[in-house]
């Protein structure tokens, strides 16, 4: 997630557009809320230019204001010479779940190139990211103080899919549990408790790396994935894969996430929309 670097400008040039319609959606949204109107997402070219045309303060701090955070991230990625590792169509699909939910909880399992534009595109929510790599979070930490990031240890490495997958049928597998108490092999237990906790609108998996037989491979960050979502106390929480046409988020992300609860797949990203179990837990694992 943290070292492939694109260098086509014409996709850069398609996510920084992307990235700068969102802002625009987020200061007429914010212009309108603030008089009490409803915002439209149909935005004609008049509203986009008045809601850049000069206006008076009569305080030392003006309520337009775009926030120091976004200004921030528009600007990193104007002039930065790398992108996000996904593509535009990709982006899209979970960006148009965060422009519906946010500002909302958001996980993470990784940290990279798109850390930043995930933060922004949740902005006054909380978004966590989570990698197995000190060095890197200090180093990005350094650069984007403003991203909350944990370090996560996987004990599970990509040759062991296989085992992993078989295990993953057993009862204590199946069972809807708090992953940090479950049984299962495939449940990560070692996260801060607050990751546990908190009740997540979106889960992203794309890390851990998984590159080779010895990687940490990602079949434990999509089984706990799907089961912080079923553990859910109610309502419904978003899931996204990416990488899914490597064969172990291929097969975890249907067997854990489900084929019943994929609303789709767009390049290499799969989205699931998991339902709480909580209070049914007659309901099958899948559906």
Not at 16 to 24: E, P
Not at 60 to 77: D, R
Not at 156 to 175: H, Y
Not at 252 to 260: E, H, I
Request: charge should be positive.
């Amino acid at each position: 997630m943290k070292t492939k670097t694109q260098s086509s400008l014409s996709l850069k040039l398609l996510v920084i557009s992307v990235f700068i319609a969102f802002l625009l959606l987020f200061v007429l949204r914010s212009r309108l809320t603030s008089s009490g109107e409803n915002t439209s997402l149909l935005l004609s070219a008049s509203s986009i230019s008045h809601a850049f045309l000069p206006t008076s303060c009569s305080s030392t701090k003006c309520n337009n204001k775009i926030p120091s955070s976004v200004a921030k991230s528009l600007i990193h990625y104007a002039t930065s010479n790398t992108t996000p590792q996904q593509k535009l169509d990709e982006i899209s699909i979970t960006s148009n779940i965060l422009d519906k939910k946010s500002p909302c909880n958001f996980l993470v399992f990784g940290l990279g190139h798109d850390s930043l534009m995930w933060h922004t595109l949740n902005f006054g929510g909380r978004t966590i990211f989570l990698d197995e790599d000190v060095i890197w979070i200090e180093k990005i930490k350094k650069k984007f103080p403003m991203l909350e990031s944990y370090h996560v240890t996987y004990d599970s490495k990509v040759k062991e899919a296989n085992v992993l997958m078989e295990a993953g049928k057993k009862p204590d597998c199946t069972a809807i549990a708090d992953p940090r108490y479950s049984k299962c092999q495939l449940a990560l237990k070692g996260l801060p408790n607050e990751i546990y906790d908190i009740k997540w609108d979106l889960i992203m998996v794309d890390a851990p790396t998984g590159f080779h037989e010895n990687a940490p491979g990602r079949m434990t960050a999509i089984y706990t994935a799907g089961m912080m979502a079923r553990n859910k106390e109610n309502g419904e929480t978003h899931v996204f894969v990416h990488d899914v046409h490597r064969n172990i988020e291929d097969k975890f992300s249907k067997a854990f996430l489900c084929d019943g609860y994929m609303k789709k797949q767009v390049g290499k990203l799969r989205h699931f929309t998991i339902p709480s179990h909580k209070n049914n837990l007659d309901m099958p694992f899948c559906p």
